[in-house]
């Protein structure tokens, strides 16, 4: 496996938790690779073992066993200051239950990480009007998350991912919460976002109905990742 042609990159992850006298291996030799401009998605049923990988991916737990590289550098090598800053930059994240701050309207909540990240105020309100617009929000840009429904949180959600233009988006059961006709569409904005900006995309899910949509399918069965094919899969 090339580093060059990687974005993020698991190699023999392992990781296993002791749970009293019990050791439970939630992740077995799992091997994956994901290039520019693809989009995963990984199935699985509860407790397989899914937010478990995308946490060793993401710099947010470590493994106990292989290596995770993102863009060729390895993670275990980093010291906590270097991993926030691959977080910061390197990484948007997606969560089921949308993550948004209840008080800050949707502009709000998307500059949060530009914020974070030192953006100057004018730069701030440009990128994250930008970020809305790509998830079709503009107009509901002063509107806060109580006023919005499910489907338009997470898509003020998924604009916020991306305002800091990462190569590399984790979607953690990011339709778990909405109905068919939402999950469809987010799945589509996402699909739209990998296709146009070449951001790649790993997302867990357990709606197989939007599994036509991905690249890849990958499923997690007794702690091992294997590739599947579904009939009528692109």
């Known amino acids: ?33 994901v290039t520019p401009g693809q989009f995963i998605a990984i199935v699985g049923r509860s407790g397989s073992g899914k937010t478990t990988l995308l946490n060793l991916l993401a710099g947010l737990d470590r493994p106990t066993a292989g ?9 275990s090598k980093m010291n906590e200051r270097e991993l926030t800053k691959i977080r910061a930059h390197k990484i948007g994240f997606v969560f089921q239950s949308f993550g948004l701050l209840p008080l800050l ?7 949060l990480p530009l914020r974070i990240s030192g953006v100057r105020s004018r730069e701030r309100d440009e990128r994250s009007r930008e970020a809305l617009e790509m998830v079709g929000l503009l ?18 959600a998924i604009a916020r991912a991306v305002v800091n233009k990462p190569p590399l988006i984790f979607a953690d ?62």
């Open 67 to 75: 290596s995770v590289l993102i863009e060729g550098k390895d993670l």
């Open 173 to 234: 059961e990011p339709t778990g919460e909405l109905d068919s006709t939402n999950a469809q569409s987010i799945f589509g904005l996402l699909v739209d976002i990998v296709n146009s900006h070449k951001i790649s995309v790993i997302a867990t899910t357990h709606d197989s109905t939007l599994l036509t949509m991905a690249n890849q399918i990958m499923e997690l069965r007794d702690g091992k990742l294997t590739p599947r094919v579904d009939e009528g899969h692109r």
């Open 105 to 111: 309207t949707a502009l709000e909540n998307v500059e």
């Open 139 to 156: 107009s509901r840009s002063n509107h806060r998350p109580y006023e919005l429904s499910g489907g338009e949180q997470q898509r003020v």
């Open 1 to 33: 496996m090339s580093e060059s042609s990687s974005i993020v990159e698991g190699i023999g992850l392992g990781r296993t938790y002791h749970l009293g006298a019990e050791e439970v291996h939630a992740l077995v030799e799992v091997n994956i690779q």
